[in-house]
C-alpha cells in the first residue's frame, strides 16, 4: 500500500515533498456494567494520512502551502488521484511563507513504546486487567464500579518522507475509563476515572484504583474550602498541564508570532526562593506517550533541554518554525522531563496546606500564565489530619508563583510527564466559602 501511495504521489507534479503516517492495529475492547461483562470484541483497521506540500510564488516570495489527505486501506487508485489533486487545491488557498521538511537524518537511540506483554497476548492482558478490577471492588465493597471500558491495542505505525525517511514500529496502548458509585439514594456520588498508558506497568492499576476509589469516598464528606491564601501541592491530573505556560514560551511558534515575554538567555523566573526549574524533551522515554523517532516534519527527535535553572536555553522550534527564525530545528515537543528536588512529600506537607488531586480544567496560559482550576479532589491537612475538599478554585499567576516552588523528590510518569509527584507553591489564592 506504501508503494501505490508513492506512486500516486509522484503522478502529481504540484507536490514538492509529503509525509505518509500509516496506522495498523488490533483493538480487543471490553465493556464492564457493574463489574460483569457486557461487550467483548475486537476491532481491525488501517489508516493513512498523507501530508502534502506545495510551493507557489506570490510576487517575488517563495510560499508553501499544505494539505491533509485521510483515508483507509479500501481507497482505489483512482480515488487517491482525486483526494490529492483535491488537496493541492486546498493547499493553494492557505499560503504560508516557505519552509521545507527536515532532511534525512538517524541515530541509534531505542523508542521503546510496545509492552512485551501486551505483544504476547492482548486480550489476556485485557481479561487480567478485567479480573484485578473485579478483585479490588470486592475488596472494597462500600464502592461500586457503575461501568468501565477497557481497550488493549497493539499496532504497529510507519513513517515515510519524500526526503528519505523510512520508518517503521511496533506499538501497544491499554486505556480504561470507570465510573465509580460511593453512598446510595440521594446521597450517592460518583468518581469518573480516565487513564491512557503505552505500557501497563506505567498504568499502575491496584494503585490507580485504590486512588479513584479513595475520591469516591471522599466526595460523600468533603467540604468547600474556606476562601484565603494556602500553600497548595498539585498532584495527579494537574502535572500534565503544570508547565504549559513554559512550554509555550520557549516555544518557536510563540517567538515568531512575537508572543513571547523571554529570549534565549534570559532568566524565566526571578528572585527565586524555592526550587530551579529545569525543563528538557526527552524522545525516548521508554512507554512514554510522547515517545517518536520523527516528528511530523521528518525531524530526527533528540534529547534536549530548553529550561535550565530557570534560565532559557534552547528554543522548542519544529522545521517550519525553525526556517522562520533562523535556528536550529529540535522538531515537535516529546516526552516532557522535569527534574526532581530534594524534599519529600512527607517534608513538603505543613498546617492549613491543601493538597489538590483533581481538577475540572487546570491549563496555564500559555501567553500570560495566569491559571485558575475548579477543585474536584483534594484534600486539607490540617492538625495532623486529611480533610477532604471539593469545589471552589485555585487561581494565580506562574511568573509571581513560580518564584516559591518546590518539586518533591518523588517521581512519576505519566502519559508524556516525567518528573516530580508533587509540586509545592506558596501562598495560593483559593476561592471557596
Avoid at 34 to 43: A, T
Avoid at 300 to 313: A, G, Q
Avoid at 359 to 383: C, D, H, M, Q, Y
Wanted: negative net charge.
Amino acid at each position: 500500500m506504501i508503494d501505490l501511495i508513492k506512486t500516486a504521489l509522484k503522478r502529481n507534479s504540484d507536490i514538492k515533498e509529503w509525509t505518509i503516517s500509516s496506522t495498523e492495529r488490533s483493538r480487543e475492547e471490553l465493556y464492564l456494567i457493574f463489574n460483569r461483562i457486557e461487550s467483548l470484541r475486537q476491532i481491525v483497521s488501517q489508516d493513512f494520512v498523507i501530508n502534502i506540500y506545495i510551493e507557489q510564488q506570490d510576487g517575488e516570495r517563495k510560499m508553501t502551502g499544505t494539505a491533509v489527505v485521510n483515508f483507509n486501506r479500501t481507497i482505489t487508485a483512482a480515488e487517491l488521484d482525486q483526494k490529492l489533486k483535491d488537496a493541492v487545491f486546498s493547499a493553494g488557498l492557505a499560503l504560508n511563507p516557505c519552509y521545507q521538511l527536515s532532511a534525512k537524518a538517524d541515530n541509534q537511540l531505542e523508542y521503546n513504546i510496545c509492552d512485551p506483554q501486551i505483544a504476547s497476548d492482548p486480550r489476556a492482558v485485557l481479561l487480567d486487567v478485567q479480573k484485578r478490577i473485579a478483585a479490588k471492588f470486592e475488596q472494597n465493597p462500600d464502592v461500586r464500579c457503575a461501568s468501565a471500558e477497557i481497550f488493549v491495542t497493539l499496532g504497529n505505525r510507519s513513517f515515510h518522507t519524500s526526503s528519505g525517511v523510512a520508518f517503521s514500529e511496533p506499538y501497544s496502548v491499554v486505556m480504561m475509563e470507570a465510573v465509580i458509585l460511593s453512598g446510595e439514594g440521594e446521597n450517592e456520588v460518583e468518581s469518573n476515572l480516565n487513564a491512557r498508558e503505552m505500557f501497563l506497568v506505567n498504568l499502575d492499576l491496584e494503585n490507580l484504583l485504590d486512588r479513584y476509589i479513595g475520591y469516591a469516598r471522599d466526595n460523600k464528606t468533603a467540604i468547600l474550602p474556606v476562601s484565603g491564601k494556602y500553600p497548595v501541592i498539585f498532584t495527579e491530573e494537574a502535572l500534565g498541564t503544570f508547565f504549559n505556560y513554559y512550554e509555550a514560551q520557549v516555544s518557536g511558534g510563540m517567538l515568531y508570532n512575537r508572543m513571547n515575554k523571554f529570549k534565549v538567555g534570559d532568566l524565566m523566573v526571578k528572585d527565586a526562593e524555592g526550587d530551579k526549574l529545569t525543563l528538557t524533551y526527552k524522545p525516548d522515554l521508554p512507554g512514554g506517550t510522547g515517545t517518536d523517532k520523527y516528528d511530523s516534519y521528518g525531524t530526527l527527535l533528540e534529547e534536549f533541554t530548553v529550561i535550565e535553572d530557570n534560565y532559557f536555553k534552547k528554543i522548542a522550534a519544529n522545521k517550519k518554525y525553525a526556517d522562520y527564525l533562523q535556528c536550529p530545528a529540535t522538531g515537535s515537543k516529546s516526552n516532557l522531563v522535569i527534574k526532581a528536588g530534594k524534599l519529600g512529600y512527607k517534608e513538603l506537607l505543613e498546617d492549613g496546606c491543601l493538597i489538590l488531586s483533581r481538577f475540572s480544567t487546570f491549563s496555564p496560559s500559555g501567553v500570560t500564565g495566569a491559571f485558575s482550576g475548579e477543585i474536584r479532589n483534594g484534600l486539607l491537612f490540617k492538625n495532623g489530619k486529611f480533610i477532604p475538599v471539593k469545589g471552589g478554585s485555585v487561581t494565580g499567576m506562574m511568573d509571581e508563583a513560580c518564584k516559591a516552588v518546590w518539586f518533591s523528590k518523588e517521581t512519576v510518569q505519566s502519559g508524556n510527564y516525567f518528573g516530580p509527584r508533587y509540586i509545592k507553591m506558596a501562598d495560593l489564592d483559593i476561592a471557596g466559602e
